[in-house]
């Protein structure tokens, strides 16, 4: 699985959305995955949750969703000399209160490096679930500009 993983990060590095998905449900393997693959390449994996809560913290829960992309783009910019960023635990991005549609955002961030992503939840003909409808952070998009490795 980590030598498909590496193929398709060198493949979206010629894309314009240099975005790789790892989807999965909890415990379906991702995080291990991904740890595995920063290792074989000297990266370090961010920690989206505990590191965007603590960026977001101190912005008044109003402002938030105006400054979420900006954060994660700073925060970004710290690991990205390699060309390369693996991101863990998304699931914040997925909070109601942000007001954000976390695939579009994280596709914004693939344009000038790869990022390699976590996916919490399903893939189905073409469209990336997460939680159940009716849930406050239900979310159900359509993947375009995205590679999908799925692991269900």
């Known amino acids: 699985m980590l ?5 398709l990060v060198a493949d979206a590095a010629q894309l314009n959305s240099k975005l790789v998905l790892v989807v999965a449900n909890s415990g379906g393997g991702k995080t ?8 074989t390449h ?8 505990s ?11 109003s402002q938030r969703s105006f400054e979420v992309l900006g954060v994660l783009r700073d925060m970004l910019s710290h690991h990205r000399d390699r060309g390369v960023v693996v991101l863990d635990n998304i699931e914040v991005m997925f909070d109601a209160e942000l007001k954000i549609n976390p695939f579009d955002t994280i596709k914004r961030l693939a344009h000038a490096l790869t ?12 469209r990336l679930l997460y939680a159940k409808v009716g849930h406050p952070e239900h979310c159900d998009v359509a993947v375009d ?3 999908v490795l799925e692991l269900n």
Do not use: M, R, T, Y
């Open 3 to 7: 030598e498909h993983l590496q193929q």
């Open 115 to 126: 990022v390699v992503v976590a996916w919490p939840g399903n893939f189905k003909d073409g």
């Open 145 to 147: 500009g995205a590679i």
């Open 51 to 61: 590191e965007l809560s603590n960026l977001l913290l101190p912005i008044p829960s």
């Open 42 to 49: 000297d990266l370090q994996i961010i920690n989206v949750g």
């Open 32 to 39: 291990a995955l991904l740890a595995e693959f920063a290792k």
